[in-house]
């Protein structure tokens, strides 16, 4: 994969009032369609594909994944076939009007529709045989591209200036990309996970992967669970891009940048505290999400 890396640190004026400060690391603009830490996750899984010499790669996603997307995209420039397994049977024929899908049949990725009860076996190897036997050999990567190499792929995010900051903020679904960041943390600096879901397994997951205790998760505002919106997230989310010209997504960095705006307000971050915010991208999700809204008739995503 080559092309330029974008993401530089936005100075987000927070008033005059304010003794802290704050910079968005725009990850999201790293690639138009491979974004953020899903660029970071795939980089050293395609190494390692290439190496291994396989033609095909293979992953798991929701209907509106962020990973299906780029790994699709990520196939498409490095020469792959991409193979998506998607959760829910009742998607094959709504391709057509789901724009996530859309874009990964356009990138040429292959879909295999499972139901919900089955899709719960993606780890299982007696699974895995099967895809084996129905498509042959592939390069497995799982759902939301969390393993070894993708953590080594997110410790890339942050650069040595970035160790000016005191804290730094970022959203949480699997805790892969977390974890990278945490393992480029200096000890000085306190690195803030914003789980995207209800759940308490993150703590152990990141633990796995992260050996530094220097971070903590704020488990406040996953707002009702993973994709769950509501109208006062997305006039947050509307009311941010017209302020700073940054667009949120509404799976993950919206109610990252709403809870570290919270935590602002409330006081928790000590005065002339320096905070970085990592915009993990997702941008590719604004649009399912819209039509979503469409139909139950709330405001949109601008
Ligand atoms: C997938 C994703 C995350 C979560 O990353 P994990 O490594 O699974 O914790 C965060 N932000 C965006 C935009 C994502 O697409």
Not at 27 to 51: C, F, M, T, V, W
Not at 110 to 116: A, E, I, L, N, T
């Amino acid at each position: 994969m080559t092309f330029n890396l974008l993401s530089t640190n936005q100075t987000i004026n927070l008033g005059k009032n304010s003794t802290q400060s704050l910079a968005i690391k725009r990850e999201d603009r790293i690639h138009p369609q491979i974004s953020g830490n899903k660029y970071r996750k795939l980089k050293y899984n395609i190494a390692q594909a290439k190496a291994e010499g396989k033609l095909t790669l293979l992953t798991f996603g929701g209907a509106y994944s962020n990973h299906i997307s780029a790994v699709a995209a990520v196939g498409k420039e490095s020469g792959f076939h991409t193979i998506g397994v998607i959760r829910g049977e009742e998607l094959v024929d709504k391709v057509a009007t789901n724009p996530t899908l859309q874009f990964a049949e356009h990138c040429g990725m292959q879909f295999k529709f499972v139901s919900r009860e089955i899709f719960k076996f993606k780890t299982a190897e007696s699974f895995i045989q099967k895809l084996k036997r129905e498509f042959g050999e592939f390069y497995l990567i799982p759902e939301g591209g969390t393993n070894e190499l993708a953590i080594k792929g997110c410790e890339e995010i942050l650069a040595e200036a970035d160790s000016a900051y005191d804290y730094i903020c970022c959203s949480v679904g699997t805790g892969g990309t977390i974890s990278g960041i945490i393992n480029a943390s200096k000890p000085h600096q306190t690195v803030l996970g914003f789980p995207a879901l209800k759940g308490d397994f993150l703590r152990e997951e990141i633990s796995k992967f992260a050996p530094n205790l220097n971070w903590d998760l704020i488990t406040e505002y996953h707002f009702g669970g993973y994709a769950k919106i509501n109208t006062e997230l997305i006039s947050f989310m509307n009311q941010f891009k017209a302020d700073f010209d940054i667009p949120l997504d509404p799976v993950y960095t919206g109610k990252l940048m709403f809870g570290v705006m919270d935590l602002l307000h409330q006081g928790y971050f000590p005065e002339h505290s320096k905070i970085l915010v990592i915009h993990t991208g997702g941008l590719q999700g604004v649009s399912g999400m819209n039509a979503v809204l469409r139909k139950k008739q709330l405001p949109l995503i601008r």
